[in-house]
């Protein structure tokens, strides 16, 4: 369940421009050759606009008033939701017979938006895209490679107060087909891609601190390399690091700090995007 497990998308800093990995493909409105269907879906999809009512302003002030030292820092505000293809968004049949689900999802004023499916299983041949307003940046494809083994995904912040999500394929809900259900539509009310950026200086020290740059050291400069920048359950940020093991085999593990992680473990369970 959405509420009880903890979501984490790792970012390494030095990467200039974070974006969750894709897998080929493009939204249809990026095709070439458009289908003819694709105008009606695309028509009916603003009729049926899911708007989400913004936080208030007091909800705000109480989130920030509340982030105590040693705590991960709050940046988004969850709309829980169940968004399908059976309650919400606008379904077509392509020229090729494949079927296209479009669901604009607003919560006016959110410096970005980012998605918790609770469910996501995309079948093979089967592609998910989640783009803005203007189509000018976009996520995906997520396809069958994505899937994970605990049946969701979350997704990495898209600029803007209005997305997309987009979906191609040829079957829902039956066996062996693809299953989507969004969970949650978490509102930025800070601006993440600003604090990501860090303003010019993630990866430099504190005045307390020496920053792993001023070192000589080979290996303790390569090693740094592995800092990174840490967005949790799609509503909070803080930072770790990659780590390996004494296998060398490339299992992603992740340091943090316990802060970033105020759970209940025996209730939540730690999954990396």
């Known amino acids: 369940m ?8 790792f970012l390494i800093f030095h990467i200039s421009v974070f974006a969750q990995v894709g897998h080929g493909g493009k939204p249809l409105f990026k095709s070439e050759g458009q289908l003819k269907s694709a105008g009606a879906v695309m028509k009916n999809s603003e009729e049926e ?39 919400s968004g606008v379904m077509a049949v392509l020229d090729d017979g494949r079927l296209i689900w479009q669901l604009q999802i607003s919560s006016p004023g959110a410096y ?22 203007s189509g000018g940046y976009v996520l995906g494809a ?21 997305i997309v999500v987009e979906w191609r394929g040829y079957g829902l809900s039956r066996e062996g087909g693809s299953s989507i259900e969004i969970g949650a539509v978490n509102h930025d009310f800070l601006n993440i891609f600003k604090i990501l950026k860090g303003a010019g200086d993630f990866g430099s020290s504190g005045s307390c601190h020496t920053d792993f740059t001023c070192f000589e050291d080979a290996v303790i400069a390569e090693n740094g390399r592995s800092t990174g920048q ?44």
């Open 2 to 9: 959405l509420r009880h497990t903890l979501f984490i998308i």
């Open 49 to 87: 606009k899911i708007l989400l009512t913004p936080p208030a302003y007091e909800e705000i002030r109480m989130d920030m008033e509340s982030q105590q030292k040693g705590q991960s820092f709050t940046f988004a505000y969850p709309h829980f939701v169940k968004l399908s293809p059976d309650n």
């Open 112 to 133: 970005s938006l980012n998605l918790v499916f609770d469910k996501f299983r995309m079948a093979e041949g089967d592609s998910l895209f989640i783009y803005d307003a």
């Open 142 to 162: 997520f396809t069958a490679e994505t899937n994970k083994k605990w049946g969701g995904l979350a997704t990495a912040p898209v600029p803007g107060d209005e």
């Open 230 to 273: 840490v967005i949790v359950g799609g509503t909070e940020y803080c930072t770790g690091t990659l780590m390996n093991n004494s296998n060398n085999d490339g299992t992603p593990y992740v340091l943090t700090a316990g802060h970033c992680l105020v759970i209940q473990w025996s209730r939540r369970i730690l999954y990396l995007l």
